[in-house]
């Protein structure tokens, strides 16, 4: 259930509506003289509808799992651009 509540009240009630937001997947709006400022809602519900990942970057994820690429630290993949770019060179 989303719900607006003014600035105030979100201030003062800050805990139960955390706790709200968390137990109960209450959302809210929170406005300021009429316009709506942030959104408070779980984080369970941030990660599931808002940060979702669009389907090309999960399949990418999952191919990059496969061959082992997903651990990659920095150099490795300086590395690998700079392998790829002498390859591309070479080609032209």
Do not use: C, H
């Not at 990659?72 to 300086?78: F, K, L």
């Amino acid at each position: 259930m989303i719900k607006v509540i003014p600035a105030l009240t979100a201030r003062t009630q800050f805990g139960q509506i955390v706790r709200r937001a968390r137990e109960n997947g209450d959302r809210f709006i929170v406005d300021k003289n009429g316009e709506p400022q942030v959104v408070i809602l779980s984080i369970e519900d941030y990660l599931a509808n808002v940060l979702k990942q669009p389907k090309s970057l999960k399949s990418l994820q999952k191919a990059a799992d496969k061959r082992g690429l997903s651990s990659m630290t920095e150099r490795d993949i300086d590395a690998e651009v700079r392998r790829i770019r002498k390859e591309l060179r070479r080609a032209t």
